[in-house]
T-cell receptor, first 110, second 112 residues
Framework: DVKVTQSSRYLVKRTGEKVFLECVQDMDHENMFWYRQDPGLGLRLIYFSYDVKMKEKGDIPEGYSVSREKKERFSLILESASTNQTSMYLC?????????FGPGTRLTVL | QQQVKQSPQSLIVQKGGISIINCAYENTAFDYFPWYQQFPGKGPALLIAIRPDVSEKKEGRFTISFNKSAKQFSLHIMDSQPGDSATYFCAARLGNNNDMRFGAGTRLTVKP
């Protein structure tokens, strides 16, 4: 079974802090994705990566950056966290069409 | 701006009834249309998917109907069960890198 793990289930940070969200997949998938999930807005794509060191902006990249140094790991970085970045963050990976999601990280920025 | 519009936001159905969730899109470059199911505390998981050259796909109690000319597709859940209570997302894929755009989600509650 494909497993996508995220470093934390819950995270509380203060405004202005630098935040790292880590995602690891164990199935050698080429593609990895970061979404944020907000009520009434569904899943919105922040960034995705189709290869090591490659990244593409999604619909809402502002305030975020990503890093993919190894194939299995995709990190989301909030350079200076703000309260409007309080959300559920979901990581996913895929080889072909199906995306496999991690359990999510609920981030609260105070 | 949502590239895939999903309705309704929430749906309550009696056990044994039919649940219907609708989605619409504008971008004709979308080439793959999955539905994902999400239970509380879990990430979404693929439920069923269709390509635009097919008008209907059925897997057990779940059916996707696809209308290419209207740019609409829908999920039908027959004989809905309390265990189907979850949030459902439609999605559409853009491009070969699996760049997926999701709808806003529908929270389905099936009452026993």
């Amino acid at each position: 079974d494909v497993k996508v793990t995220q470093s934390s289930r819950y995270l509380v940070k203060r405004t202005g802090e630098k935040v790292f969200l880590e995602c690891v997949q164990d199935m050698d998938h080429e593609n990895m994705f970061w979404y944020r999930q907000d009520p009434g807005l569904g899943l919105r794509l922040i960034y995705f990566s189709y290869d090591v060191k490659m990244k593409e902006k999604g619909d809402i990249p502002e305030g975020y950056s990503v890093s993919r140094e190894k194939k299995e790991r995709f990190s989301l970085i909030l350079e200076s966290a703000s309260t409007n970045q309080t959300s559920m963050y979901l990581c996913a990976s895929s080889l072909f069409t199906e995306q496999f999601f991690g359990p999510g990280t609920r981030l609260t920025v105070l | 701006q949502q590239q895939v519009k999903q309705s309704p936001q929430s749906l309550i159905v009696q056990k044994g009834g039919i649940s219907i969730i609708n989605c619409a899109y504008e971008n004709t470059a979308f080439d793959y249309f999955p539905w994902y199911q999400q239970f509380p505390g879990k990430g979404p998981a693929l439920l069923i998917a269709i390509r635009p050259d097919v008008s209907e796909k059925k897997e057990g109690r779940f059916t996707i109907s696809f209308n290419k000319s209207a740019k609409q597709f829908s999920l039908h859940i027959m004989d809905s069960q309390p265990g189907d209570s979850a949030t459902y997302f439609c999605a559409a894929r853009l491009g070969n890198n699996n760049d997926m755009r999701f709808g806003a989600g529908t929270r389905l509650t099936v009452k026993p």
